[in-house]
């Protein structure tokens, strides 16, 4: 018997032992059969359940700008590289796009990194991308940038795994906070309580434009343009004269997908009240400069090193109450393992270029710090500590966990009006 005579229940069972969910996309290749099989709800179920119940590993890594992998755990290079090729083929740039934000194995791609202009949504492994409506403000400079989901297209409703729930109709945000204008200054060190901002709503098809207040002023050079999503809300850190900043906004508590308007005006400008900021400030030492975030066992976690006395902190964002996002301001408390002094060995006192890398996506108790092109792994926990790469050149060091679930996440598709507005006017596959 031929493998396409069977019944559609048994070619189920068949394909949904197909080893990972990059394999099954694969298969929609073979025959339109398949390709109506495997996308209907009750296989994805079906491949979820039984990858559940072998509690198959989630694979997580990290990313650069480039879409380089720090570590080869998943050799994302044959599929990056291939996808970025072909957009950039596709939409006609003049340069290969650079990875400004991730959420799950979606990442963020803009056409340039210092003129974001052009967004892009995609995912490598099935090769699936949309072009956004390009942004109502050019700007020419690094942009603050974050993309989000409310949700992950799939959750287990009991650790069992007998209940699956797909969330298809999961919604996705990108925000961008621009430069200031002089109007919202606050004085000479060009610290802002306001801000504008646009927020692009798949819901929409529209980026939204409003100005966006802080119940402490900012200034928008010491804050770092890469962006980590935790619990529905975005966060950027920052510094300050004697203070460690985190910069949260929940883009999904705005007013661009309804009819309300909770605004006032400031100068011209609409100051959106539902959707505000919220600031963590921690006081530390003037020479502490905290540019290293990430999400570690269900926290935002952060850390510094101190060059004078070889020495790593490690913070971990703490809520006072519930109303923190009410209220817009937190507290940021030193945890447990928060103290790491490194060794002559490990850190010679010659040493030339030091830089915070980033957390281990699959082990909250790993650094990875970069010191004269070595690559160092700290363990905070159990203060050890070794060299896993030697004598690697490393063109940036901004990272970003990139996560490849049981199934991958489906590229969310725009309003068809919107389709007419984006670069490049339709989404591939």
Same mark, same amino acid.
């Given at each position: 018997?031929?493998?396409?005579?069977?019944?559609?229940?048994?070619?189920?069972?068949?394909?949904?032992?197909?080893?990972?969910?990059?394999?099954?996309?694969?298969?929609?290749?073979?025959?339109?059969?398949?390709?109506?099989?495997?996308?209907?709800?009750?296989?994805?179920?079906?491949?979820?359940?039984?990858?559940?119940?072998?509690?198959?590993?989630?694979?997580?890594?990290?990313?650069?700008?480039?879409?380089?992998?720090?570590?080869?755990?998943?050799?994302?290079?044959?599929?990056?590289?291939?996808?970025?090729?072909?957009?950039?083929?596709?939409?006609?740039?003049?340069?290969?796009?650079?990875?400004?934000?991730?959420?799950?194995?979606?990442?963020?791609?803009?056409?340039?990194?210092?003129?974001?202009?052009?967004?892009?949504?995609?995912?490598?492994?099935?090769?699936?991308?949309?072009?956004?409506?390009?942004?109502?403000?050019?700007?020419?400079?690094?942009?603050?940038?974050?993309?989000?989901?409310?949700?992950?297209?799939?959750?287990?409703?009991?650790?069992?795994?007998?209940?699956?729930?797909?969330?298809?109709?999961?919604?996705?945000?990108?925000?961008?906070?621009?430069?200031?204008?002089?109007?919202?200054?606050?004085?000479?060190?060009?610290?802002?309580?306001?801000?504008?901002?646009?927020?692009?709503?798949?819901?929409?098809?529209?980026?939204?434009?409003?100005?966006?207040?802080?119940?402490?002023? $900012?200034? =928008?050079? /010491?804050? !770092? @343009?890469?962006?980590?999503?935790? *619990?529905?809300?975005?966060?950027?850190?920052?510094?300050?004269?004697?203070?460690?900043?985190?910069?949260?906004?929940?883009?999904?508590?705005?007013?661009?997908?309804?009819?309300?308007?909770?605004?006032?005006?400031?100068?011209?400008?609409?100051?959106?009240?539902?959707?505000?900021?919220?600031?963590?400030?921690?006081?530390?030492?003037?020479?502490?400069?905290?540019?290293?975030?990430?999400?570690?066992?269900?926290?935002?976690?952060?850390?510094?090193?101190?060059?004078?006395?070889?020495?790593?902190?490690?913070?971990?964002?703490?809520?006072?109450?519930?109303?923190?996002?009410?209220?817009?301001?937190?507290?940021?408390?030193?945890?447990?393992?928060?103290?790491?002094?490194?060794?002559?060995?490990?850190?010679?006192?010659?040493?030339?270029?030091?830089?915070?890398?980033?957390?281990?996506?699959?082990?909250?108790? $790993?650094? =990875?710090? /970069?010191? !004269? @092109?070595?690559?160092?792994?700290? *363990?905070?926990?159990?203060?050890?500590?070794?060299?896993?790469?030697?004598?690697?050149?490393?063109?940036?060091?901004?990272?970003?966990?990139?996560?490849?679930?049981?199934?991958?996440?489906?590229?969310?598709?725009?309003?068809?009006?919107?389709?007419?507005?984006?670069?490049?006017?339709?989404?591939?596959?």
């Amino acid at each position: 018997m031929d493998i396409h005579d069977l019944p559609e229940l048994v070619l189920v069972e068949i394909l949904c032992r197909v080893p990972c969910g990059k394999f099954i996309f694969q298969c929609k290749c073979v025959c339109k059969r398949w390709l109506t099989l495997i996308s209907a709800p009750y296989f994805i179920d079906r491949f979820l359940r039984l990858q559940s119940h072998r509690k198959t590993p989630t694979v997580r890594t990290l990313i650069s700008r480039n879409a380089e992998e720090l570590f080869n755990r998943v050799s994302l290079s044959e599929v990056f590289t291939p996808m970025l090729k072909r957009l950039e083929s596709f939409d006609h740039l003049e340069t290969e796009p650079v990875v400004v934000g991730a959420y799950n194995d979606l990442i963020l791609c803009c056409d340039s990194l210092f003129d974001q202009h052009n967004y892009y949504i995609c995912n490598p492994y099935t090769m699936q991308w949309v072009a956004l409506p390009p942004t109502p403000t050019r700007c020419y400079d690094i942009v603050r940038v974050g993309f989000i989901c409310d949700s992950p297209y799939y959750e287990e409703d009991d650790p069992d795994g007998h209940v699956i729930q797909l969330n298809a109709k999961f919604r996705c945000k990108v925000v961008r906070i621009l430069p200031p204008d002089r109007q919202f200054v606050f004085d000479h060190d060009e610290y802002c309580f306001n801000f504008n901002v646009e927020i692009f709503s798949f819901e929409t098809g529209k980026w939204s434009e409003l100005v966006v207040s802080s119940p402490r002023g $900012i200034s =928008y050079d /010491y804050l !770092d @343009a890469m962006a980590f999503s935790y *619990n529905g809300v975005l966060y950027w850190s920052g510094h300050d004269y004697g203070y460690f900043l985190v910069l949260g906004l929940d883009p999904f508590n705005d007013n661009s997908s309804t009819s309300t308007n909770s605004g006032s005006s400031n100068g011209g400008h609409i100051i959106d009240h539902k959707c505000r900021f919220v600031v963590f400030a921690m006081p530390v030492a003037d020479h502490f400069v905290v540019e290293c975030l990430g999400v570690c066992g269900g926290l935002l976690r952060m850390c510094d090193f101190d060059t004078d006395t070889k020495t790593l902190f490690v913070w971990d964002l703490k809520r006072q109450d519930h109303d923190y996002m009410v209220k817009g301001a937190g507290e940021l408390c030193l945890s447990k393992h928060n103290v790491y002094s490194f060794d002559q060995d490990m850190y010679p006192d010659d040493a030339r270029v030091v830089e915070r890398l980033s957390f281990d996506p699959n082990n909250d108790d $790993i650094f =990875y710090l /970069y010191v !004269d @092109a070595d690559v160092i792994m700290c *363990n905070i926990c159990t203060r050890k500590w070794s060299k896993i790469v030697e004598k690697r050149k490393l063109n940036n060091f901004y990272f970003f966990p990139f996560v490849l679930p049981w199934w991958p996440t489906p590229v969310p598709s725009l309003p068809r009006h919107a389709h007419q507005l984006a670069h490049g006017g339709e989404t591939s596959s």
